[in-house]
């Protein structure tokens, strides 16, 4: 009589486990499994709004300028939309990366919407309101967001570290007062009468050249500067983690802080040097996003932009390749909400919806990888053979 561990998986399971069960290939395979799953879950509400998914899918390429749309507006063409994507892409992998760092020591970075907050604030008021000329005010921008942010994640490790004071508890209680101390001076010193936001900064320190006028192709288009800086970056982030002892160390002590210590790391150290980082590339996105993608800052609003990065870093596996591409997911989809919205008729809220989808299941992704594991264990990989073969040695058993 065949046991439990003799069972045979049917082919729909052993194809499954055969694409998502090799370990060596989760880290893509997982992600694109629940990015999968959650356009399944996107299109049926689409479907019960009455709507072709397909059409929607296609209209949020179209609108972040992956595809072509059927017409354009003087001076205006897929590249202007693609350009405008880049913007809004930019400071999301900043803002990705900064909660990957920390996730490696085992810190769950929360704040990084207050800190991009802070460092655009300060950065705003220094250099944005000056008369300083661009070739020194775009570089002190991002030197200003680094150290801003950097500073208040030292803070929130130094907590961490010195009083066990959790760096959620720590980092929600710093969003809620950086929130409300910007928007006191901003209302104060620094409103838009009009707009009812802060004034807009100087374009030489902005990071964003807005409306160049390209002569030779007769388009119109936002470039943003500080795209030059992400996959240097992320690069230099990938090479911090693996190829360094600091990097080393981080990982170590996110593994088993005990352990850490034991080795003789300095664990303290560790977590305020791991915020430190973080903090200072969630300043680099709050410079990009408050002085590059926009001019301004709306007061008592902490952008959603620190919130969506958790989720772009766990669906990239808390990896810097791997956030690259799925921050470009998400970005296309925020970008190309608008579009879908009146080419389809629907609530702009319904691209939020798919967003938020997408966001859901890629959290779900250790979830999946859990399950993946249960079944392999009722399956093993060894019992994973052909059928025939399966058949004829229990046949020699018999």
Request: proline share 5%; hydrophobic share 50%.
């Amino acid at each position: 009589m065949r046991g439990k561990d003799n069972r045979l998986p049917n082919p729909i399971t052993r194809g499954f486990l055969g694409v998502i069960g090799n370990e060596k290939r989760q880290s893509i395979s997982i992600p694109l499994f629940a990015i999968l799953l959650s356009l399944v879950a996107a299109s049926i509400v689409i479907l019960l709004l009455g709507k072709n998914p397909l059409t929607a899918i296609t209209s949020f390429l179209q609108g972040s300028g992956i595809l072509p749309k059927p017409d354009y507006a003087a001076k205006k063409s897929i590249l202007t939309d693609f350009m405008s994507m880049i913007n809004m892409w930019t400071p999301m992998i900043f803002a990705a990366l900064a909660v990957a760092v920390a996730l490696k020591t085992g810190l769950f970075n929360i704040g990084v919407s207050g800190q991009m907050l802070v460092a655009g604030f300060v950065a705003t008021i220094t250099v944005g309101y000056s008369n300083l000329p661009a070739a020194i005010a775009m570089p002190l921008v991002l030197v200003i967001g680094l150290v801003c942010g950097g500073a208040v994640g030292a803070l929130i490790g130094w907590l961490k570290h010195k009083f066990n004071i959790n760096e959620v508890v720590t980092s929600i209680m710093l969003n809620y007062i950086f929130q409300y101390v910007t928007s006191y001076f901003i209302n104060s010193y620094y409103v838009n009468p009009v707009s009812r936001q802060s004034q807009p900064i100087s374009q030489a320190a902005r990071l964003t050249l807005v409306d160049v006028n390209i002569a030779s192709l007769g388009l119109k288009m936002d470039i943003p500067l500080a795209f030059l800086l992400t996959i240097p970056v992320a690069i230099l982030v990938l090479f911090l983690l693996n190829r360094t002892r600091l990097g080393y160390e981080l990982k170590i002590v996110g593994l088993n802080q005990k352990a850490a210590k034991y080795a003789g790391i300095k664990v303290g150290r560790s977590m305020v040097s791991s915020m430190a980082i973080s903090g200072a590339l969630a300043g680099l996105a709050g410079v990009t996003l408050y002085l590059g993608y926009y001019n301004s800052i709306q007061p008592r609003v902490l952008t959603s932009v620190g919130f969506d990065s958790i989720a772009v870093c766990l669906l990239g596996n808390s990896h810097p390749i791997g956030i690259l591409f799925s921050s470009l997911l998400i970005s296309i989809i925020s970008k190309g909400s608008n579009y879908m919205s009146s080419i389809m008729g629907v609530p702009q809220e319904i691209a939020q919806v798919i967003t938020g989808l997408i966001l859901l299941f890629s959290a779900c992704g250790a979830y999946i990888r859990f399950r993946v594991a249960q079944a392999r264990e009722d399956f093993p990989g060894k019992k994973l053979k052909p059928r025939a073969q399966k058949v004829k040695e229990g046949g020699d058993e018999a």
